[in-house]
């Protein structure tokens, strides 16, 4: 059983930078892709970013790609999404995500959840 724990959510205003961190325990993180999605009020979940076990391959959702950064630290069992240029628009609770197939986090699932760290921007 793997155990996901986000931080580094918070308010910020639009224009400005937040950086997640997702922190995995109880699996052996190489083995996993990881993602993150999104799901603001009244909306359904939305694929964010998604990273294969090496950082070789990874994805992001058109309205992300050029402000956001996915990377992980296999290293320190952690994966990390960089956020720049923050739009009111990206307001939601970000959730991290492992799975043993990246086609399935790349697509908004996951065997694994964390509880979500919630990203407010002020306009």
């Known amino acids: 059983q793997v155990q996901l724990v986000e931080s580094g959510g918070g308010l910020v205003q639009a224009g400005g930078s937040l950086r997640l961190s997702c922190v995995a325990s109880g699996g052996t993180f190489s083995s996993y892709a990881m993602g993150w999605c999104r799901q603001a009020p009244g909306k359904e979940r939305e694929f964010v970013a998604a990273?294969?076990?090496?950082?070789?391959?990874?994805y992001y959702a058109d309205s992300v790609k050029g402000r956001f950064t996915i990377s992980r630290d296999n290293a320190k069992n952690t994966v990390y999404l960089q956020m720049n240029s923050l739009k009111p628009e990206d307001t939601a609770v970000y959730h991290c995500?492992?799975?043993?197939?990246?086609?399935?986090?790349?697509?908004?699932?996951?065997?694994?959840w964390g509880q979500g760290t919630q990203v407010t921007v002020s306009s």
């Open positions: 995500a492992a799975a043993v197939s990246l086609s399935m986090v790349v697509g908004g699932g996951g065997d694994y």
């Open positions: 990273i294969n076990w090496s950082g070789g391959r990874i």
